[in-house]
């Protein structure tokens, strides 16, 4: 097996080499690379959710049976994940790097670390969709609604007068709403990936 300096020296040199840098960006690979951002959720900001669900995983909330409860976890991944994502040291080296290239990044994370990083908002898909943003969870329409602040009533589907979820496709259906800014950000890796392809 290749030794670590070596396989760093060769992602130099294809790097410097590079006309264009694409870059993916997840959970599992964060994870792997000792990046455990979001593992003490359960026991941090989403402690009260957790004890009384034993939520074991954040992402389970969405499944809270409790409409107001359920209302009131959307309101805070959308503050954890969006309005509060951390900004970490790792990501703002990856971004002073990625900064000599053209660049785009498509992350299945449905945060806003990158954002919060420095990272040019335009060069940025979130494949999973927008936490701060409510859809409706009937898909009946392609209508989008910021995430009211707390203490705000919470709104109903404009069209239907039914639930609202948030804009996200970590729900485990196929209610996910390919709205326009999700299309604009298709439409910007698309753009990228076919300038660069034959590069």
């Known amino acids: 097996m290749e030794s670590y300096q070596k396989r760093l ?34 026991q941090g900001a989403f402690y009260k959710f957790a004890y009384k669900y034993m939520l074991i995983d954040v992402n389970d909330g969405f499944n ?30 990856v971004l002073d790097l990625l900064h000599k290239k053209p660049y785009f ?18 060069r940025i898909m979130h494949i999973a969709g927008f936490p701060h943003y409510l859809q409706c969870a009937h898909a009946c329409c392609h209508t989008l609604t910021p995430m009211p602040e707390e203490g705000s009533p919470f709104p109903v589907c404009p069209n239907c ?12 259906d196929d209610n996910f709403i390919w709205t326009q800014p999700y299309l604009n950000e298709l439409h910007e890796y698309s753009s990228f990936v076919s300038k660069y392809k034959n590069k």
């Open 9 to 42: 020296n060769n992602a130099i040199l294809l790097f410097n080499n590079a006309d264009a840098v694409l870059v993916f960006s997840g959970a599992g690979m964060a994870y792997h690379a000792g990046l455990n951002t979001y593992t003490k959720l359960p």
């Open 161 to 172: 007068g039914g639930e609202l979820r948030p804009n996200l496709d970590i729900f485990g």
């Open 105 to 122: 990044i498509a992350q299945t994370n449905p945060d806003y670390i990158y954002e919060h990083s420095g990272a040019n908002a335009k």
């Open 64 to 93: 809270i049976e409790s409409m107001q409860d359920r209302q009131n976890f959307f309101r805070l991944y959308a503050q954890v994940f969006h309005d509060n994502a951390p900004s970490y040291t790792a990501h703002k080296q």
